[in-house]
Structures are given as structure tokens and as C-alpha cells.
């Protein structure tokens, strides 16, 4: 099977391993990396169900999404002071918006909407915002709305197509608007030492494996200019460091003891860490 390049449609790429029974490439032009697997309009729907956002360990998703609400809503502050450096507030779209922690955790200046395929999260962020959220894919989100700022954390190496997402928010965000997104970066040093076992290639959950230069690419692509490259610290429990080393170890005895850890709220404890090995990056719309 060979997928043409999400960033550059080229056909041409090179095997680097596989993984889980998936093969790993890399294109042969523009180096971007992601998953040679060709996917339907109907995997978000499929895929990111309730088993993904709770014991969804043999998916590469959560232990419990809801039980490391702290551990959400302390990367969503970390977030929220970034963003304020650049923009005061306005309408605001966050894509993957899961429970909705990361809206919760917007002061009144912001007028915050979002999008989530998985029903049963989306249900939860519901619960306070209403049909502002809508159940669904971001490929299939439509509106006449334009927004101040749109959103991605965490959600981009997930998609199946991204360049078709960066290209929607292109559209909907008003001139000179602002686009934040998080993702891992695999020209980080964590990422190069690990090779393999870098706990961020784990398809089918990340289909995408991004650098600065290939995400930057794809934005000039499709008409953004990256304006700022942080690294953020990341807030996780025992848990998810336990699911991490179970990814890299290859060892599904850890990750069936981190969904036991994760039921007690003993071992729920938040863990700061700083490995820079994700990177948030802030772009502009420009002229298209």
C-alpha cells in the first residue's frame, strides 16, 4: 500500500519500521512521516468511541479521560497564558475538544465553541456549552461562523487527513486570525533517541508524526505563517508515565497495571514534565 504524502501528495516514500503491524514512513520529498495506511471519512466516528477516552491503553488513548480532568485543565491554564501573550480574546473553536476542560478554562472574554466525533466526551463538554458543541468530525464541521482563534491541541496527528483540517480552519478563522495547535515533534531530541519506542509513534491513535519543518510546510501550504515554536510543560498521572513506558517497552503488563493504578485515586497523582518533545505552535492567517 502506498499513501501519497499528507503534506506534499507526493507518492513516493521510504519504509523506516513498523509498528503494531503498521508501516512507519517517511516521504521521499519532503520528509514528512506518518502512517502508510489509507483510512475512510467514517474512522473518527469509528475509532475515537468511549474505549479510546477510558481503558483505551490498547488503542494509544487514555486510562481515563475524566479521571485526569486536574491533569487537563493545568495544560489547558499553561495553554490559555501562551495564547494571551498574542490575543486578548474573541470567538474561539477548539477541534478535538474531548470533555471540553480546556473551553472551561476560558476567562469571559472568549466566546468558545468546539467539535468532538467521540459522543460520549462530547456529552460531557454538553453538559455546559451546550449545542456550541458540535458531535462530530472537524472534516464534517460546517458553519457560517468565523472565529477569533481556532484550536488543535493534541488533535492533528490524529486526523486522517490534515491537511484537509489546516485548510478548514484556514477558512474559518477571520483575516489575520489565530491558529494554536500542540503535537509531538519527531525531530526532537526525545524522539530521535528513542527511535521506535518513542511512546508518540503509536498508530493507529497518531497517524501523523510531525517536525518543525513538516508542520510548517503544511501550514505555508495551506495559508497560515508560523509566528512562535514554545514547548510547554505537560501534567500527566502515574498512570499515563506507566502507559508511556508500556509503549516503549513493549510490555502489556504495564499497561493493564496503569488502567488498575488509574481506577484508585491514590495513585492519581499529577506529574509535571519537560522533555520537549511536544511542540505548540502559533500561526497566522495570511492572504490566500
Same mark, same amino acid.
Request: one cysteine or more; charged letters at 25%; hydrophobic letters at 40%.
Given at each position: 500500500?502506498?499513501?501519497s504524502?499528507p503534506?506534499?501528495?507526493?507518492?513516493?516514500?521510504?519504509?523506516?519500521? /513498523? *509498528?503494531?503491524?503498521? =508501516?512507519?514512513?517517511?516521504?521521499?520529498?519532503?520528509?514528512a512521516?506518518?502512517? $502508510?495506511? +489509507?483510512? !475512510?471519512?467514517g474512522?473518527?466516528?469509528?475509532?475515537?468511541?468511549?474505549?479510546?477516552?477510558?481503558?483505551?491503553?490498547?488503542?494509544?488513548?487514555?486510562?481515563?479521560y475524566?479521571?485526569?480532568?486536574?491533569?487537563?485543565?493545568?495544560?489547558a491554564?499553561?495553554?490559555?497564558?501562551?495564547?494571551?501573550?498574542?490575543?486578548?480574546?474573541?470567538?474561539?473553536?477548539?477541534?478535538?475538544?474531548?470533555?471540553?476542560?480546556?473551553?472551561?478554562?476560558?476567562?469571559?472574554e472568549?466566546?468558545?465553541?468546539g467539535?468532538?466525533?467521540?459522543?460520549?466526551?462530547?456529552?460531557i463538554? /454538553? *453538559?455546559?456549552?451546550g =449545542?456550541?458543541?458540535?458531535?462530530i468530525?472537524?472534516e464534517?464541521?460546517?458553519t $457560517?461562523m +468565523?472565529? !477569533?482563534v481556532?484550536?488543535?491541541w493534541?488533535?492533528?496527528?490524529?486526523?486522517?487527513?490534515?491537511?484537509?483540517?489546516?485548510?478548514?480552519?484556514?477558512?474559518l478563522?477571520?483575516?489575520?486570525?489565530?491558529?494554536?495547535?500542540r503535537?509531538p515533534?519527531?525531530?526532537?531530541?526525545a524522539?530521535?533517541?528513542?527511535?521506535?519506542s518513542?511512546y508518540?509513534?503509536?498508530?493507529?491513535?497518531?497517524?501523523?508524526?510531525?517536525?518543525?519543518?513538516?508542520?510548517?510546510?503544511?501550514?505555508?501550504?495551506?495559508?497560515?505563517?508560523?509566528?512562535?515554536?514554545v514547548?510547554?510543560? /505537560?501534567?500527566?498521572s502515574?498512570?499515563?508515565?506507566?502507559?508511556?513506558?508500556?509503549?516503549?517497552?513493549?510490555?502489556?503488563?504495564?499497561? !493493564?497495571?496503569?488502567?488498575?493504578?488509574?481506577?484508585?485515586?491514590?495513585?492519581n497523582?499529577?506529574i509535571p514534565y519537560?522533555v520537549?518533545?511536544?511542540?505548540?505552535?502559533m500561526?497566522?492567517?495570511?492572504?490566500f
Amino acid at each position: 500500500m502506498k499513501r501519497s504524502c499528507p503534506i506534499c501528495e507526493h507518492s513516493s516514500s521510504e519504509l523506516m519500521f /513498523r *509498528k503494531e503491524g503498521f =508501516d512507519i514512513v517517511q516521504c521521499s520529498v519532503c520528509r514528512a512521516r506518518y502512517v $502508510d495506511l +489509507r483510512l !475512510d471519512d467514517g474512522f473518527a466516528a469509528d475509532f475515537y468511541t468511549d474505549d479510546f477516552f477510558k481503558d483505551g491503553y490498547h488503542k494509544y488513548g487514555y486510562v481515563d479521560y475524566v479521571a485526569d480532568a486536574a491533569n487537563h485543565r493545568r495544560m489547558a491554564a499553561g495553554a490559555i497564558r501562551f495564547m494571551k501573550r498574542h490575543v486578548r480574546g474573541g470567538t474561539l473553536l477548539d477541534v478535538g475538544c474531548a470533555a471540553g476542560y480546556f473551553l472551561e478554562s476560558l476567562g469571559p472574554e472568549w466566546d468558545p465553541y468546539g467539535c468532538e466525533p467521540c459522543r460520549g466526551m462530547a456529552e460531557i463538554a /454538553r *453538559k455546559k456549552f451546550g =449545542d456550541r458543541i458540535a458531535v462530530i468530525p472537524f472534516e464534517e464541521y460546517r458553519t $457560517d461562523m +468565523r472565529f !477569533d482563534v481556532v484550536t488543535m491541541w493534541d488533535s492533528l496527528e490524529h486526523v486522517v487527513e490534515p491537511a484537509q483540517c489546516i485548510a478548514a480552519a484556514h477558512g474559518l478563522l477571520k483575516d489575520s486570525g489565530l491558529l494554536f495547535l500542540r503535537t509531538p515533534d519527531a525531530g526532537s531530541p526525545a524522539a530521535k533517541l528513542l527511535g521506535k519506542s518513542w511512546y508518540h509513534y503509536g498508530p493507529p491513535g497518531h497517524l501523523h508524526f510531525f517536525d518543525r519543518k513538516s508542520i510548517t510546510t503544511l501550514l505555508r501550504r495551506h495559508g497560515f505563517r508560523v509566528r512562535r515554536v514554545v514547548y510547554l510543560p /505537560r501534567y500527566v498521572s502515574l498512570s499515563e508515565v506507566l502507559i508511556n513506558l508500556g509503549a516503549m517497552l513493549g510490555s502489556r503488563a504495564l499497561k !493493564d497495571l496503569s488502567a488498575k493504578l488509574a481506577r484508585s485515586s491514590r495513585w492519581n497523582v499529577s506529574i509535571p514534565y519537560q522533555v520537549f518533545d511536544e511542540m505548540v505552535v502559533m500561526a497566522s492567517k495570511e492572504a490566500f
